[in-house]
């Protein structure tokens, strides 16, 4: 056996010496000695956290989900949405504003203001601002609105509304308001909002509010021209006259600017897109404003003092059918239309017809002139009564049997004998009905005057085949037929012109942004009767101022010759349709011989005093025509008046 194979013996190791105080292990088959308890730690107490690997897990799944869904939501806003999203962001971002165009001037003939445009501002509010959210407050709409009513001169109530208005971010409170409202209302805004700084307990209820830049129209001469010139509404548009009808030209062209914002503020360093705006043109009118003055002042004083319903004045040219003047009373102002009379509004002397009376015998008086049919001394016999079909007609005055010339029954303004004068234009009644038809069309009756003007009337005048009995004989002295002041006015002008009837005219020219003044079209020119018909008229339109027998004698202006016709007619009331009160009328040029203005005066229903033409009309038209003269120079001819007879011994 060799050593590997022989078994080892366990050697017992060398006993250790026992430590002082050490237990001694005990031998084979002995009792195992108890165990001391443990000794209680003198260190602190350590504490063993559980695996963080669970927890890492969690956290990085939770994170791993949100990645996720900003992954998702970002394909869906740059790629899904993409277009949507831009549009929005590009809306938000940028915003437009409309700039408005200036309005052009009305000026007077003379480039004087008769309607102007200065700086306004459009109050307007953020009704957000207002709620209770906003302000803490339960009542800031009623709180503003006390504070902007008396400021603005609206209704608390009104303004309260406004500011509760849901869903929006934009009301308007006042259009146009001055500068000084404005002002009035930030010195306001800022004693709020400097008092709610050092008082916890006060808000600024009117932060919200805001003004926009505009511009107001304003009426430098007050109520002169009004119903002329006519008004802009609240949104800028023409309401009424000339704004209405030539808006177009005026309003000018609004242009548009486009701009990135933020916080409600133009970022200057981003694009911005600006379309300008086009003023509107000015525009000059052929009337004289001291010409226009004077006609309605005068028609003011007489209207009142006859307690009228209402009267016109028309002033125009007769060599160029330019109108000088056209006034009305009563008025308005146009600054303020809350205090006027909505009667009162519009403009009259165009938009009234009525029976002219016996202004319009001038034109029978031409047609038998021009159809020669009588002469200026032809002699005429008139009755006291004249029985036509089935009336019994008179003058305005019971009188025996008159023995006149074709000039005197002009000059007494005798309604037979201008009904016997008239019947001799053809050999049967309706062959004079047709002729006369043709001479008052061409005169301009039953026809615009031409100017285009808003609400005009062409008054009324029949085919003659639908007269009635009476109209054939009431219309050679004016009643049946109507007209208005202008038509009336360009009778006179007409035969002042030589026979050459020129359409009317309210426009000089107009005067473009680029400062370019462009005349307006030359007026239609029709002649009407020759001038020798014309000459004559003249002279027999003479003897109704200048001689004494003559119905107008208070219309003479002294060292001038002055041809007129007064005239008095029933009068439509337009409430009733019946005849009630009368239209007192004067009509004439001057200087007689050499015509250079036409003045027309009309007075309706006149209650206190003279309802007669020549005695109210009369004293307006000398008034008027003396000022006028004056006003354009126009000299006396210093030559003799025709002394046409006016009667003639049977």
């Not at 008004?231 to 006259?241: E, L, N, Q």
């Not at 004077?294 to 007489?302: G, L, M, P, S, V």
């Not at 003249?538 to 003897?543: D, H, I, K, V």
Request: net charge positive.
């Amino acid at each position: 056996m060799s050593d590997r194979e022989l078994p080892r013996r366990r050697v017992p190791a060398p006993a250790r010496s026992a430590r002082p105080g050490a237990a001694r292990r005990p031998g084979p088959g002995a009792r195992p000695a108890r165990r001391p308890a443990p000794g209680r730690p003198t260190g602190p107490k350590v504490i063993r956290l559980g695996s963080p690997r669970p927890r890492l897990r969690m956290v990085s799944l939770a994170l791993a989900l949100v990645l996720i869904a900003f992954v998702v939501r970002l394909l869906q806003v740059q790629a899904v949405d993409a277009r949507e999203y831009a549009a929005k962001a590009e809306q938000n971002r940028y915003v437009g504003r409309t700039l408005a165009a200036e309005r052009g001037e009305i000026t007077d003939r003379n480039g004087v203001e008769l309607a102007t445009s200065v700086d306004a501002y459009d109050i307007t509010a953020d009704p957000s601002m207002f709620t209770p959210k906003s302000t803490k407050l339960g009542d800031a709409p009623e709180q503003a609105a006390a504070l902007l009513a008396p400021i603005l001169g609206q209704e608390a109530e009104s303004i309260a509304e406004k500011l509760k208005t849901p869903d929006t971010r934009y009301t308007l409170l006042a259009h146009r308001r001055t500068p000084q409202v404005w002002t009035q209302i930030k010195d306001l805004k800022s004693t709020l909002a400097a008092k709610s700084e050092t008082d916890p307990d006060t808000v600024n209820v009117l932060a919200g509010v805001l003004a926009v830049p505009a511009s107001k129209r304003v009426y430098p001469n007050g109520g002169l021209a009004a119903g002329l010139l006519g008004w802009v509404s609240a949104d800028g548009k023409g309401g009424g006259g000339l704004e209405q009808q030539l808006n177009g030209e005026l309003a000018g062209q609004d242009g548009e600017i486009r701009y990135a914002q933020s916080g409600g503020r133009q970022v200057p360093t981003a694009d911005s897109t600006e379309k300008p705006a086009v003023p509107g043109a000015d525009v000059e009118l052929t009337i004289d404003r001291d010409i226009q003055w004077a006609a309605q002042n005068a028609i003011t004083e007489q209207v009142k003092k006859s307690k009228a319903d209402r009267g016109y004045v028309i002033v125009q040219d007769t060599r160029t059918g330019q109108i000088l003047a056209m006034a009305n009373s009563p008025g308005f102002d146009p600054n303020d239309l809350t205090r006027a009379n909505p009667d009162a509004l519009g403009n009259a002397a165009l938009q009234d017809a009525y029976e002219p009376g016996s202004t319009a015998k001038v034109m029978s008086m031409a047609a038998v002139l021009e159809e020669n049919v009588a002469t200026p001394a032809t002699h005429v016999v008139v009755p006291n009564r004249l029985h036509r079909g089935d009336r019994l007609f008179k003058d305005d005055i019971d009188h025996p049997t008159w023995y006149l010339t074709l000039n005197g029954v002009l000059a007494k303004s005798s309604n037979i004998g201008t009904i016997l004068a008239t019947g001799q234009l053809g050999k049967t009644q309706a062959q004079s009905n047709q002729v006369l038809y043709s001479y008052l069309r061409k005169f301009g009756l039953g026809s615009y005057t031409g100017l285009g003007f808003p609400g005009e009337t062409k008054g009324i005048l029949a085919p003659p085949d639908q007269w009635s009995t009476s109209q054939q004989f009431t219309i050679p002295f004016g009643q049946g037929v109507s007209l208005n002041a202008l038509q009336a006015a360009s009778v006179y002008s007409t035969i002042a012109n030589g026979g050459v009837r020129v359409e009317p005219t309210l426009i000089r020219g107009t005067k473009g942004a680029d400062g370019r003044f462009t005349p307006a079209a030359e007026p239609k020119k029709t002649r009407v009767v020759s001038a020798k018909t014309a000459k004559t008229l003249a002279r027999m339109l003479e003897s109704v101022v200048d001689d004494e027998e003559g119905t107008g004698t208070k219309a003479r202006i002294p060292g001038y010759r002055v041809a007129g016709k007064t005239g008095t007619a029933n009068r439509v009331d337009p409430a009733t349709g019946r005849y009630h009160g009368y239209t007192s009328s004067f009509a004439g040029f001057a200087p007689a011989d050499s015509p250079r203005i036409t003045v027309y005066c009309a007075i309706q229903n006149a209650t206190t005093g003279s309802y007669f033409g020549g005695q109210i009309c009369g004293p307006i038209y000398k008034e008027v025509m003396e000022f006028a003269l004056k006003t354009l120079q126009v000299p006396p001819t210093g030559a003799k008046a025709a002394n046409l007879p006016v009667a003639f011994t049977p």
